[in-house]
């Protein structure tokens, strides 16, 4: 066994994730990300079972870890209760933890993903707030929702909803002890750490791509426009 | 298979969902883009059954959607739950109702490794100590609000002003449920009904007299996946996966679709958009959308709720076709007004809106 494979093993979702896989093949059957990505969960969990490090630090240099979406559909169907989207999961955090992320395409999508959800945990208390909901980013929400936007106060409050108000209700203002204890929480347990790890590797990765990769907040640096927007042609579609 | 035998296997399915006293948790995709809906919960809860409901201010976000794009390690997570669940007991609630399903899962996951890694609670302990002082407990009672609405469906439908039956025909309506994946695919046994026959969606439709419609791509992902959304880069993948949806209720002329998941309920109104913008293609009846309405919108349309205050304007696909199907009153001309009448001129390049 491998340094690597040891790593993986003292994450508890690899552990629960992984209980001998029989090769039937029925999570690639009911995964959404086979259908539209060159990818197979059950390639992923044979490689991993091999417990060779050098495949292993193949598979964490790839694409093809970052192409599953976690909906976790392999852990209902898998005959011997094995969940491919856990051992992806394992795989991932390895992967930024080794700083293997940014060399492949899929994995340097970490920076936008830190700036644009990361961040606004720690400035909003969630994950997605309403104003960082610009259709810029987000073509897809469409005309009414640019009126949302344009008319905010009236139409939230319409509805309801305490937009940067005080006390309950939705999209109300945290606390700023609240957010200290959040941000308390991530220095303690790691976030913080795991946060830099993304900006660092990727502020490296940038510098060899000759990309900006701008101030921790922008989503308008050349780095991240980059990784938020590019597929190289041919690259990643089932073939 | 005798009728009891058929009993005990169902029974195997149900799970136990309190009564009363709920500790109610926001979703950050709900509350964003479907603020409303949480409203209409909170009537149905309150006004309408008489119970009691409390919302700390102090609760956060779990970091769920954070956590499935590996932007927050496991370690931060089960902090940021602990937190929430020390809030709870601080308040004199055990009762956990999180309005997201994403969140549900996360919960169930962590009370699931919690109870098989003891030391991974151990260290929780011991880091939410030390960044906050404070202490947990678990939830006596961990359900989805879904599961709330489907607990007292029949008294929602005993106070019902309408039925999900169309008023000119005095047919049912056809209803395509669609259960967010992290509800019952990761824990089978904390889903009403598991994962092969969720009920928490069809049995509330069939309570309000609508007719469940069972599709061949039924419990397909709508496409989500995180990264495979919030990166643009990669929304190939989610606006698929929902098409492939589509496609497949399209025969069958589904006049609604109910969700109980927030990010699911985005997607299947926000792609048909999409769709339409893309390749001109509409799935629901007379070149309209399918309107996609979540349960607590949908036990709030059936209760007489002015739509509007339900935040049902904010939807992309039109939901007024459903609105008119039912019989239901309301004001078309308050759609985009302010909460005071005031005009607020109309979304700009609407389509599924018919002149």
Redesign the interface.
């Known amino acids: 066994m491998g340094a690597l494979f040891d790593k993986l093993n003292n994450?508890?979702?690899f552990v629960?994730g992984i209980n001998g896989c029989i090769n039937c093949g029925t999570c690639t059957a009911i995964c959404?990300?086979a259908?539209?990505?060159d990818y197979e969960p059950r390639s992923i969990v044979n490689m991993v079972q091999t417990r060779d490090d050098s495949i292993i630090e193949g598979l964490l240099k790839s694409d093809t870890i970052?192409y599953?979406?976690?909906?976790?559909?392999c852990?209902?169907r898998c005959p011997r209760n094995n969940?491919p989207g856990l051992v992806v999961?394992a795989l991932?955090?390895l992967s930024?933890e080794k700083g293997y992320f940014i060399e492949s395409e899929?994995g340097r999508?970490?920076l936008?993903?830190?700036r644009?959800?990361?961040n606004s945990?720690l400035e909003t208390?969630?994950?997605?707030?309403?104003d960082h909901?610009e259709l810029s980013?987000f073509p897809?929400?469409?005309?009414?929702?640019?009126?949302?936007r344009d008319?905010r106060e009236?139409?939230?409050?319409?509805?309801?909803?305490n937009y940067k108000g005080?006390?309950?209700?939705?999209?109300?203002n945290?606390?700023k002890e609240?957010l200290d204890?959040?941000e308390?929480?991530?220095?303690?347990?790691?976030?913080i750490d795991?946060?830099d790890k993304?900006e660092n590797n990727s502020a490296q990765k940038a510098e060899e791509m000759n990309l900006d990769i701008g101030e921790k907040t922008s989503k308008s640096s050349t780095y991240f426009r980059h990784?938020?927007?590019?597929?190289t042609p041919n690259k990643h579609n089932r073939k | 298979m005798k009728k009891e035998g058929k009993k005990k296997i169902w029974s195997e399915y149900q799970k136990e969902i309190a009564d009363d006293k709920f500790y109610f948790v926001r979703s950050c995709i709900r509350q964003t883009f479907f603020p409303g809906s949480d409203t209409a919960y909170l009537k149905i809860l309150r006004d309408v059954l008489g119970k009691d409901v409390y919302e700390d201010p102090n609760h956060t976000t779990c970091t769920g959607i954070a956590y499935h794009t590996e932007v927050v390690p496991f370690s931060t997570i089960q902090t940021v739950v602990a937190r929430n669940f020390a809030l709870m007991r601080e308040n004199g609630y055990e009762n956990y109702t999180p309005s997201c399903v994403t969140s549900f899962g996360i919960y169930s996951e962590i009370l699931d490794t919690w109870h098989h890694f003891p030391e991974e609670k151990q260290r929780t302990r011991d880091y939410l100590r030390k960044a906050t002082g404070r202490e947990f407990e678990e939830p006596a009672n961990l359900v989805h609000t879904s599961d709330v609405i489907y607990k007292f469906r029949n008294e929602i439908a005993a106070k019902a002003k309408y039925r999900l039956v169309n008023k000119e025909t005095g047919e049912p309506l056809k209803v395509v449920d669609h259960i967010g994946c992290h509800y019952s695919k990761m824990f089978p046994s904390k889903g009403v009904g598991g994962a092969e026959y969720p009920q928490v969606l069809a049995g509330l439709v069939e309570t309000f007299g609508g007719e469940v419609i069972d599709y061949p791509e039924r419990r397909h992902c709508c496409g989500f996946g995180f990264r495979q959304y919030f990166v643009q880069a990669n929304r190939g993948y989610s606006i698929s996966a929902s098409k492939k949806k589509f496609a497949s209720m399209e025969p069958y002329k589904p006049d609604l679709i109910i969700t109980n998941c927030p990010g699911c309920n985005y997607f299947m109104d926000r792609w048909q958009y999409a769709l339409e913008e893309m390749e001109g293609k509409t799935y629901g009846a007379n070149g309209e959308g399918i309107p996609v309405l979540s349960y607590e919108e949908v036990a709030g349309i059936v209760l007489g709720f002015d739509p509007w205050k339900m935040g049902l304007q904010m939807h992309q696909t039109d939901i007024e076709p459903l609105l008119k199907k039912i019989g239901v009153e309301y004001n078309p001309d308050d759609k985009y007004k302010g909460p005071n009448g005031e005009d607020l001129g109309l979304p700009k390049g609407l389509k599924f809106i018919k002149d």
């Open positions: 994450d508890v979702r629960e959404p990300a259908e539209v990505y970052w599953c979406g976690e909906c976790m559909s852990k209902t969940a999961q991932r955090g930024i899929k999508q970490q936008s993903l830190k644009m959800l990361g945990i208390g969630y994950c997605v707030h309403f909901t980013m897809e929400l469409g005309p009414v929702w640019q009126w949302v008319n009236k139409v939230l409050a319409k509805v309801g909803a005080d006390g309950p209700g939705a999209m109300r945290i606390a609240n204890e959040l308390k929480i991530f220095e303690v347990t790691g976030g795991w946060f993304i990784v938020y927007t590019y597929n």
